[in-house]
Each structure stands twice: as C-alpha cells, then as structure tokens.
C-alpha cells in the first residue's frame, strides 16, 4: 500500500521521499477514520461564535495533550485563546493552522448515516480542517522528526485578532516557519491565491426636523442615499480588475438611519466591505473618497458632515502558493489568516467542504470529503518538506 510506502519513507529521513511518488489513492485507516469522525463531531458540538471560543479552546486543548502533545495556550481576549500545539521541538519549520470561531447563529451538530452528510456550523468553516489538520499530523510527526506543529486561532471571521496576536506575541516561536498549510473550506483544491479586502464604514450627522418641514432640517439618509449612489457608480465603473481575480467588487452590508417616518433624519451610516482583485487598500481609498468629496462638501455648507470610517488597513491580493502537483486548483474571494501571519514562509490554502454552505443553515459536507481531506494534508505536508528540502540543498 502506499500508505505503508510512504510512512517508510518519512521513517528514512526527508533525503528518502525524493525516490517516493505521492499519490491520493490512499485509504484512510479505520481506526484514523473514527477517531476523525469523533474529533470533528466534538469540536462542531461546541458553540464557538467568535467571542466565545473559550469552551472549544479548552476542550481542544486537552485532547490535544491527551495524545501527547505540547500545548501552549495564547491569550487574546478574556477567555479567547490561541492554541499552539507541538512534539518535542518547539520551534518548528512546518506549521498547520486553522481557525476555531464560527459565524453566527449556532446550528447543531448532525451525521445522516444513510447519505454520510454531516452538518452543522462550523462543520466546514472551518472545524472540517481543524480535525482532518489534526490526524494528519497525528499520523507524520514522528516520522518528520517531530518537526510540526499546530497552530488554531480565534478570531478569523472578525478581522483576525487571534493570528494578529499570536504574530505579534513576544514568546512566538523562532525561527520563522518556512512552510505553512492554512485550513479553509476549499473544495478539495489548492488555492493558488484570494481577494484583498478593505473595509469601512460611511457616517453621516444632519439636522433633525419635522418631516412636514423637511426644508428646516438636513436628511442624513439623504445624503447617505446620495453617497452610496456615488459609491454605486464607482463600483460599476471605475474600481481595479484583473485576469486572475476578476472584478473588485463592493457589498453594502449594513445600512441604518433615522428613528422614525415622521422625522427628518439626523444620523445614518452604512457599512461596505471592498474584495480587490488589483491594487493596493490605499489605492482603492483614494478612490473612494474622491467618489464622496462632492456629497461630503455639500452636507458641510448644510451644517451636517460626512466622515469615513476605516476598519483597519485591510490587505491587497494574497498570492499563495499551489505548486503541489496532482491538486486541482482554485482562487477565492474570501479573505483568510494568510496575510496576517509574519514572516517569510512558502504558504498553501487547503480544505474539505464547500464556501457556497459555508455561513448558512446547510452547512455540510460529506464524510468522504473529511476522509480525503487528512490524506490530502499529510500529502501537502510531505510535499511541501520535500520541496523545502530541495531549497535548501540548493542554497
């Protein structure tokens, strides 16, 4: 089997897997099988929302000291903590990471037995890698010298405070990690890179007044109404394209104002989130204020004002390695914790299940997919030390 091929390789040093084809016509043993389907039904289980992770963290924790793990916990926030987990090397040259937080609402956990279908939140997005990551690992470390570790964070699907933390803690692990293989829902395919993001929101303070005199007051959503007629026009217009990632696109996520019908409205505001496909975030923000320069300089003469707020610096197009052969291969427009981890590191973007159910009522994938989803890894993971020891050599 090759399997038993492989494992023999690993045993014989790195030197050896230059001489051992790794293909994906592998099973996966019974007993790995099992144990995956256990540790992803306790992890989707468990209610993390990001801002609560705590209950997962600790469970997670302990089951990964349960099979010999060294465990180190991070603190983010008040019970929200990282989870970096290693053999006897602390500073490792691979490391495997996902995220442990799930969007909102809670959906349980499920497994119909007849279709093997099993859902619930965070199912895919993103506990799916987080188990197949784990047994992967279970399965080389001894035999890639323990030179592995794992990493989960908090945080990823609000900004990601947990990957800007644990790249910013004083007591992260050194060197640098040379490789790194990030979970997402991924369909099964390498992703060769992802949108750049840029998020902000539009504030805009008028005049309160009876709407029968609308006249005596300054209609916020108005101007608003005004400002995202702007924004519309940019959008369709005059934001950054590109062959590999298609169109930026902008999404009017939040919109609000007023207090009631009868009243002119004295606040409104409207969040928006910019996928780039080309540029850079100040690029597309000198844009974005050139577009509302006019609307912002009318509501001032008026007596209100129009402010943008910007939620952080965002990012620019992530470029990602997908070098593996026999992996088919993809983009995303979704954003991830890939940009947000320091340092100079090859990276890989992998993972079972679908983003089409992620964030929804059926999210779901098959236990086929999580069962592939191991062998794939510990495949990325023997490839990508392979092609980082030829670096080396090389150097």
């Given at each position: 089997?090759?399997?038993?091929?492989?494992?023999?390789?690993?045993?014989?040093?790195?030197?050896?897997?230059?001489?051992?084809?790794?293909?994906?016509?592998?099973?996966?043993?019974?007993?790995s099988a099992s144990e995956l389907l256990y540790l992803h039904r306790k992890l989707v289980e468990i209610e993390s929302i990001t801002g609560n992770e705590g209950d997962v963290g600790q469970w997670l924790a302990s089951y990964l000291r349960e099979k010999n793990f060294t465990v180190e916990t991070q603190e983010v926030s008040e019970n929200r903590h990282n989870i970096l987990a290693y053999g006897s090397k602390r500073s490792t040259t691979i490391l495997v990471?996902?995220?442990?937080?799930?969007?909102?609402?809670?959906?349980?956990?499920?497994?119909?037995?007849?279709?093997?279908?099993?859902?619930?939140?965070?199912?895919?997005?993103?506990?799916?890698?987080?188990?197949?990551?784990?047994?992967?690992?279970?399965?080389?470390?001894?035999?890639?010298?323990?030179?592995?570790?794992?990493?989960?964070?908090?945080?990823?699907?609000?900004?990601?405070?947990?990957?800007?933390?644990?790249?910013?803690?004083?007591?992260?692990?050194?060197?640098?990690?040379?490789?790194?293989?990030?979970?997402?829902?991924?369909?099964?395919?390498?992703?060769?890179?992802?949108?750049?993001?840029?998020?902000?929101?539009?504030?805009?303070?008028?005049?309160?007044?009876?709407?029968?005199?609308?006249?005596?007051?300054?209609?916020?959503?108005?101007?608003?109404?005004?400002?995202?007629?702007?924004?519309?026009?940019?959008?369709?217009?005059?934001?950054?394209?590109?062959?590999?990632?298609?169109?930026?696109?902008?999404?009017?996520?939040?919109?609000?104002?007023?207090?009631?019908?009868?009243?002119?409205?004295?606040?409104?505001?409207?969040?928006?989130?910019?996928?780039?496909?080309?540029?850079?975030?100040?690029?597309?923000?000198?844009?974005?204020?050139?577009?509302?320069?006019?609307?912002?300089?009318?509501?001032?003469?008026?007596?209100?004002?129009?402010?943008?707020?910007?939620?952080?610096?965002?990012?620019?197009?992530?470029?990602?390695?997908?070098?593996?052969?026999?992996?088919?291969?993809?983009?995303?427009?979704?954003?991830?914790?890939?940009?947000?981890?320091?340092?100079?590191?090859?990276?890989?973007?992998?993972?079972?299940?679908?983003?089409?159910?992620?964030?929804?009522?059926?999210?779901?994938?098959?236990?086929?997919?999580?069962?592939?989803?191991?062998?794939?890894?510990?495949?990325?993971?023997?490839?990508?030390?392979?092609?980082?020891?030829?670096?080396?050599?090389?150097?």
């Open positions: 089997m090759l399997g038993s091929l492989l494992l023999t390789a690993l045993a014989l040093g790195v030197a050896a897997l230059q001489q051992v084809p790794v293909q994906a016509e592998d099973t996966l043993p019974k007993d990471s996902s995220h442990i937080d799930t969007v909102p609402p809670f959906w349980p956990y499920y497994h119909n037995k007849t279709s093997d279908v099993i859902g619930g939140r965070g199912s895919v997005d993103a506990k799916g890698s987080v188990a197949a990551q784990i047994i992967a690992v279970q399965a080389l470390r001894e035999h890639l010298r323990d030179d592995l570790s794992l990493l989960f964070v908090v945080g990823e699907e609000t900004g990601g405070d947990g990957m800007r933390a644990f790249s910013s803690w004083s007591e992260r692990p050194q060197p640098n990690y040379e490789v790194v293989i990030f979970g997402e829902p991924t369909e099964g395919k390498l992703v060769c890179g992802h949108k750049g993001i840029l998020g902000f929101t539009v504030h805009v303070k008028g005049k309160a007044a009876h709407s029968g005199y609308p006249w005596l007051g300054v209609s916020a959503n108005d101007v608003l109404a005004e400002a995202l007629g702007k924004l519309l026009e940019l959008r369709e217009k005059g934001l950054p394209w590109s062959e590999k990632y298609g169109n930026t696109t902008m999404n009017f996520g939040k919109i609000e104002g007023g207090v009631a019908a009868n009243v002119v409205a004295e606040t409104a505001s409207a969040n928006i989130a910019v996928r780039l496909a080309a540029g850079t975030p100040n690029v597309v923000r000198g844009l974005i204020i050139s577009a509302l320069s006019d609307v912002k300089a009318r509501v001032e003469k008026l007596g209100g004002d129009l402010e943008i707020e910007w939620a952080g610096e965002g990012y620019p197009p992530v470029n990602i390695n997908c070098d593996i052969e026999n992996f088919d291969t993809m983009t995303v427009n979704y954003g991830t914790d890939v940009p947000l981890l320091a340092g100079d590191h090859r990276r890989y973007l992998y993972g079972p299940g679908s983003i089409f159910v992620a964030h929804s009522d059926h999210e779901a994938l098959k236990k086929k997919e999580l069962e592939q989803a191991v062998l794939d890894y510990r495949r990325l993971i023997v490839e990508a030390s392979r092609m980082d020891h030829q670096t080396q050599q090389e150097l």
